[in-house]
Protein backbone atom coordinates (compact mmCIF):
# COMPACT_ATOMS: atom_id res chain seq x y z
CA UNK A 1 0.00 0.00 0.00
CA UNK A 2 1.41 3.84 -0.89
CA UNK A 3 -0.55 5.29 1.04
CA UNK A 4 -1.69 7.25 -2.02
CA UNK A 5 -5.75 6.45 -2.25
CA UNK A 6 -7.98 6.99 -5.82
CA UNK A 7 -11.25 6.97 -5.99
CA UNK A 8 -13.37 5.81 -8.05
CA UNK A 9 -11.54 2.43 -8.93
CA UNK A 10 -13.41 2.09 -12.18
CA UNK A 11 -15.77 4.62 -13.85
CA UNK A 12 -17.74 3.65 -17.14
CA UNK A 13 -19.09 6.95 -18.69
CA UNK A 14 -20.66 7.45 -22.18
CA UNK A 15 -19.37 9.87 -24.81
CA UNK A 16 -19.89 13.31 -24.09
CA UNK A 17 -20.00 12.79 -20.54
CA UNK A 18 -17.97 14.53 -18.09
CA UNK A 19 -16.10 12.87 -14.83
CA UNK A 20 -14.24 13.55 -11.82
CA UNK A 21 -11.69 11.73 -10.55
CA UNK A 22 -9.83 12.17 -6.97
CA UNK A 23 -6.60 11.67 -5.45
CA UNK A 24 -5.49 11.94 -1.71
CA UNK A 25 -1.89 11.81 -1.39
CA UNK A 26 0.24 10.03 1.15
CA UNK A 27 0.67 12.00 4.17
CA UNK A 28 3.22 14.73 4.08
CA UNK A 29 3.58 15.24 0.47
CA UNK A 30 3.19 18.04 -1.29
CA UNK A 31 3.60 17.28 -4.80
CA UNK A 32 0.77 15.50 -6.89
CA UNK A 33 0.87 13.71 -10.34
CA UNK A 34 -1.64 13.04 -12.55
CA UNK A 35 -0.82 9.99 -15.66
CA UNK A 36 -2.64 8.37 -18.68
CA UNK A 37 -1.67 4.89 -19.40
CA UNK A 38 -3.19 3.61 -22.39
CA UNK A 39 -2.13 0.29 -24.13
CA UNK A 40 -1.21 2.45 -27.51
CA UNK A 41 0.29 6.06 -25.44
CA UNK A 42 2.45 4.08 -22.55
CA UNK A 43 2.36 6.14 -19.58
CA UNK A 44 2.14 10.03 -20.12
CA UNK A 45 2.38 12.83 -17.49
CA UNK A 46 -0.67 14.81 -17.38
CA UNK A 47 0.01 17.81 -14.94
CA UNK A 48 1.58 18.59 -11.63
CA UNK A 49 0.70 20.59 -8.42
CA UNK A 50 2.58 21.38 -5.66
CA UNK A 51 0.97 22.99 -2.43
CA UNK A 52 -2.00 24.13 -4.34
CA UNK A 53 -0.02 25.71 -7.13
CA UNK A 54 -0.01 24.02 -11.17
CA UNK A 55 3.70 23.50 -11.50
CA UNK A 56 4.32 21.36 -14.70
CA UNK A 57 1.80 20.77 -17.52
CA UNK A 58 2.47 17.72 -20.03
CA UNK A 59 0.57 16.46 -22.69
CA UNK A 60 -2.81 17.20 -21.06
CA UNK A 61 -5.86 17.58 -22.95
CA UNK A 62 -7.41 21.09 -23.16
CA UNK A 63 -11.04 19.19 -22.13
CA UNK A 64 -9.33 18.30 -19.35
CA UNK A 65 -8.36 20.02 -15.91
CA UNK A 66 -6.88 19.38 -12.11
CA UNK A 67 -6.63 20.80 -9.31
CA UNK A 68 -5.13 20.38 -5.90
CA UNK A 69 -7.34 21.54 -2.74
CA UNK A 70 -5.99 23.45 0.90
CA UNK A 71 -6.09 19.78 2.05
CA UNK A 72 -3.75 18.65 -0.95
CA UNK A 73 -6.13 16.35 -1.97
CA UNK A 74 -6.32 17.05 -6.16
CA UNK A 75 -9.56 16.18 -8.72
CA UNK A 76 -8.99 15.68 -12.29
CA UNK A 77 -11.87 16.58 -14.16
CA UNK A 78 -12.20 14.87 -17.79
CA UNK A 79 -14.88 16.77 -20.08
CA UNK A 80 -16.61 15.78 -23.60
CA UNK A 81 -15.17 12.51 -23.22
CA UNK A 82 -14.09 10.43 -26.13
CA UNK A 83 -13.93 6.67 -26.73
CA UNK A 84 -10.07 7.40 -26.69
CA UNK A 85 -10.02 8.77 -23.15
CA UNK A 86 -10.84 5.51 -22.15
CA UNK A 87 -7.47 4.17 -20.16
CA UNK A 88 -6.26 4.07 -16.18
CA UNK A 89 -5.39 7.55 -14.92
CA UNK A 90 -2.75 7.29 -12.09
CA UNK A 91 -1.82 9.84 -9.29
CA UNK A 92 1.08 10.35 -7.89
CA UNK A 93 2.70 12.15 -4.86
CA UNK A 94 5.91 12.67 -3.67
CA UNK A 95 7.26 14.72 -0.47
CA UNK A 96 8.96 18.07 -2.61
CA UNK A 97 10.20 18.77 -5.83
CA UNK A 98 13.32 17.13 -6.08
CA UNK A 99 14.57 15.36 -9.21
CA UNK A 100 15.52 12.19 -6.91
CA UNK A 101 12.13 12.72 -4.97
CA UNK A 102 10.25 9.01 -5.08
CA UNK A 103 6.83 8.86 -6.47
CA UNK A 104 4.30 6.96 -4.95
CA UNK A 105 1.67 5.71 -6.89
CA UNK A 106 -1.93 4.91 -6.05
CA UNK A 107 -3.72 2.10 -7.65
CA UNK A 108 -5.47 4.49 -10.35
CA UNK A 109 -8.90 4.78 -11.57
CA UNK A 110 -9.85 3.20 -14.75
CA UNK A 111 -11.88 4.94 -16.94
CA UNK A 112 -14.42 2.88 -19.74
CA UNK A 113 -15.94 5.65 -22.14
CA UNK A 114 -18.76 3.57 -24.35
CA UNK B 1 14.65 16.02 -25.28
CA UNK B 2 14.69 13.39 -22.85
CA UNK B 3 14.03 10.16 -23.66
CA UNK B 4 13.64 6.12 -22.80
CA UNK B 5 14.03 3.34 -24.80
CA UNK B 6 13.22 -0.05 -23.08
CA UNK B 7 13.82 -3.46 -24.97
CA UNK B 8 10.04 -4.71 -26.02
CA UNK B 9 8.49 -7.49 -24.18
CA UNK B 10 6.87 -9.72 -23.63
CA UNK B 11 10.08 -11.62 -21.64
CA UNK B 12 9.09 -14.46 -20.72
CA UNK B 13 11.32 -17.04 -18.42
CA UNK B 14 11.18 -19.95 -16.49
CA UNK B 15 11.86 -19.44 -12.37
CA UNK B 16 15.22 -19.34 -11.48
CA UNK B 17 16.21 -17.80 -14.70
CA UNK B 18 18.70 -14.81 -15.43
CA UNK B 19 16.81 -12.11 -16.12
CA UNK B 20 17.99 -8.92 -18.19
CA UNK B 21 15.83 -6.01 -19.41
CA UNK B 22 17.71 -3.11 -21.60
CA UNK B 23 16.95 -0.16 -21.29
CA UNK B 24 18.96 3.22 -22.83
CA UNK B 25 18.54 6.76 -22.20
CA UNK B 26 19.15 10.45 -24.10
CA UNK B 27 19.02 13.16 -21.46
CA UNK B 28 20.17 16.66 -20.82
CA UNK B 29 22.94 17.41 -18.11
CA UNK B 30 23.01 14.15 -15.72
CA UNK B 31 19.86 12.19 -15.32
CA UNK B 32 18.75 10.25 -12.43
CA UNK B 33 17.94 7.11 -13.39
CA UNK B 34 14.86 5.17 -11.94
CA UNK B 35 13.44 1.59 -12.42
CA UNK B 36 9.78 1.46 -11.54
CA UNK B 37 7.17 -2.16 -11.39
CA UNK B 38 4.16 -2.64 -12.03
CA UNK B 39 2.57 -5.64 -10.39
CA UNK B 40 -0.92 -6.81 -11.92
CA UNK B 41 -4.28 -4.22 -11.38
CA UNK B 42 -1.75 -1.92 -8.74
CA UNK B 43 -0.15 1.10 -9.99
CA UNK B 44 3.58 1.48 -10.11
CA UNK B 45 5.94 1.27 -7.90
CA UNK B 46 9.90 2.22 -7.03
CA UNK B 47 12.34 -0.35 -7.60
CA UNK B 48 15.58 0.67 -7.55
CA UNK B 49 17.50 4.40 -8.58
CA UNK B 50 20.87 5.40 -9.03
CA UNK B 51 21.81 9.52 -9.07
CA UNK B 52 25.30 9.72 -10.33
CA UNK B 53 27.26 7.80 -12.96
CA UNK B 54 29.12 4.14 -12.15
CA UNK B 55 25.72 4.14 -9.02
CA UNK B 56 24.50 0.84 -8.48
CA UNK B 57 21.16 0.58 -7.50
CA UNK B 58 19.93 -2.43 -6.05
CA UNK B 59 16.62 -4.28 -4.33
CA UNK B 60 15.36 -7.25 -3.54
CA UNK B 61 17.28 -9.06 -5.96
CA UNK B 62 17.07 -6.60 -8.78
CA UNK B 63 20.35 -4.47 -9.81
CA UNK B 64 21.14 -1.70 -12.39
CA UNK B 65 24.27 -0.18 -12.98
CA UNK B 66 24.22 3.21 -14.13
CA UNK B 67 26.38 3.74 -16.98
CA UNK B 68 27.25 6.72 -18.45
CA UNK B 69 29.26 5.53 -21.49
CA UNK B 70 26.68 3.90 -22.98
CA UNK B 71 23.91 6.03 -21.78
CA UNK B 72 22.40 2.47 -20.12
CA UNK B 73 21.13 1.40 -17.14
CA UNK B 74 20.10 -2.83 -17.97
CA UNK B 75 17.74 -4.40 -14.91
CA UNK B 76 19.49 -7.74 -14.18
CA UNK B 77 18.24 -10.19 -11.40
CA UNK B 78 20.07 -13.47 -10.69
CA UNK B 79 17.32 -16.06 -10.07
CA UNK B 80 13.80 -14.79 -11.41
CA UNK B 81 10.78 -15.67 -9.29
CA UNK B 82 7.00 -16.47 -10.36
CA UNK B 83 6.31 -13.20 -7.64
CA UNK B 84 8.35 -11.04 -10.35
CA UNK B 85 5.67 -11.05 -13.18
CA UNK B 86 5.13 -7.59 -13.79
CA UNK B 87 5.33 -4.70 -16.13
CA UNK B 88 9.47 -3.04 -15.43
CA UNK B 89 9.64 0.59 -16.48
CA UNK B 90 12.80 2.55 -16.82
CA UNK B 91 12.87 6.22 -16.18
CA UNK B 92 14.76 9.70 -15.93
CA UNK B 93 14.60 12.79 -14.24
CA UNK B 94 17.03 15.63 -15.87
CA UNK B 95 17.80 18.77 -16.99
CA UNK B 96 16.45 20.05 -13.91
CA UNK B 97 13.11 18.66 -14.46
CA UNK B 98 11.76 16.86 -11.94
CA UNK B 99 9.03 15.44 -14.27
CA UNK B 100 10.50 11.39 -14.95
CA UNK B 101 10.56 11.11 -18.69
CA UNK B 102 9.36 6.91 -18.50
CA UNK B 103 9.92 4.38 -21.23
CA UNK B 104 7.19 1.89 -22.70
CA UNK B 105 7.39 -0.45 -20.30
CA UNK B 106 8.64 -4.56 -20.11
CA UNK B 107 6.41 -7.10 -19.35
CA UNK B 108 7.94 -9.99 -17.57
CA UNK B 109 6.28 -13.42 -17.19
CA UNK B 110 7.56 -16.00 -15.54
CA UNK B 111 6.61 -20.06 -15.52
CA UNK B 112 6.88 -22.44 -12.76
Known amino acids: DSGVTQTPKHLITATGQRVTLRCSPR?????VYWYQQSLDQGLQFLIQ???????AKGNILERFSAQQFPDLHSELNLSSLELGDSALYFC?????????????FGPGTRLTVL | GNSVTQMEGPVTLSEEAFLTINCTYTATGYPSLFWYVQYPGEGLQLLLKATKADDKGSNKGFEATYRKETTSFHLEKGSVQVSDSAVYFC???????????FGRGTSLIVHP
Open chain 1, 49 to 55: YYNGEER
Open chain 2, 91 to 101: ALSAGGSYIPT
Open chain 1, 92 to 104: ASSVALGVNDEQF
Open chain 1, 27 to 31: SGDLS
